[in-house]
T-cell receptor
């Protein structure tokens, strides 16, 4: 079973601060996804990265896929209370292989 | 609207009483999957399906069954539910590995 470890597990910051969440594995992935989940709801896809070294931006969120395709990071600039939630990374080994989810980072942005 | 529909949203049942959680997607996705989410354990894959009549075990398949007779439907069957199957369940679908669309979840309690 491939493992994806996220850090930190919990993060509580003030509105306006920047933060970075990390997703690490010893396995190589063909694609890596990031999701945000609200309590009691299903995760919502934020981005998929497929190329080593790829950087994608979604407004204040910047996603990076490691060169070796074993790790990824999510950087949020000027965090807002609406960014509060559980952030999950997920890796796919290739083709239709099963997707493994990371352990999650619970973010709280205090107004 | 593109979506994954799960039913029911909430279910309380007794040990040993067979139940089915339905899942339907309207995006013509080939790949569908079931996950359970438990505090401290994250999202764990139960079963997945790469296409009609093609299913395979995930990380925690014991006590569950699935079928994929039609592309849009992927029901989860608990033949004899036990209290350790109390959890939040999510169905998800995807085209290739470009990211999942999740349902809203089914909160199951087995007493």
């Amino acid at each position: 079973t491939q493992l994806l470890e996220q850090s930190p597990q919990f993060l509580s910051i003030q509105e306006g601060e920047n933060l970075t969440v990390y997703c690490n594995s010893s396995s190589v992935f063909s694609s890596l996804q990031w999701y945000r989940q609200e309590p009691g709801e299903g995760p919502v896809l934020l981005v998929t990265v497929v190329t080593g070294g790829e950087v994608k931006k979604l407004k204040r969120l910047t996603f990076q896929f490691g060169d070796a395709r074993k790790d990824s990071s999510l950087h949020i600039t000027a965090a807002q209370p609406g960014d509060t939630g559980l952030y999950l990374c997920a890796g796919a080994a290739g083709g239709y292989q099963k997707v493994t989810f990371g352990t999650g980072t619970k973010l709280q942005v205090i107004p | 609207e593109a979506q994954v529909t799960q039913n029911p949203r909430y279910l309380i049942t007794v040990t040993g009483k067979k139940l089915t959680v339905t899942c339907s997607q309207n995006m013509n996705h080939e790949y569908m999957s079931w996950y359970r989410q438990d505090p401290g354990l994250g999202l764990r894959q139960i079963y997945y399906s790469m296409n009609v009549e093609v299913t395979d075990k995930g990380d925690v398949p014991e006590g569950y069954k699935v079928s994929r007779k039609e592309k849009r439907n992927f029901p989860l069957i608990l033949e004899s539910p036990s209290p350790n199957q109390t959890s939040l369940y999510f169905c998800a679908s995807s085209s290739f590995n470009y990211g999942y669309t999740f349902g809203s979840g089914t909160r199951l309690t087995v007493v």
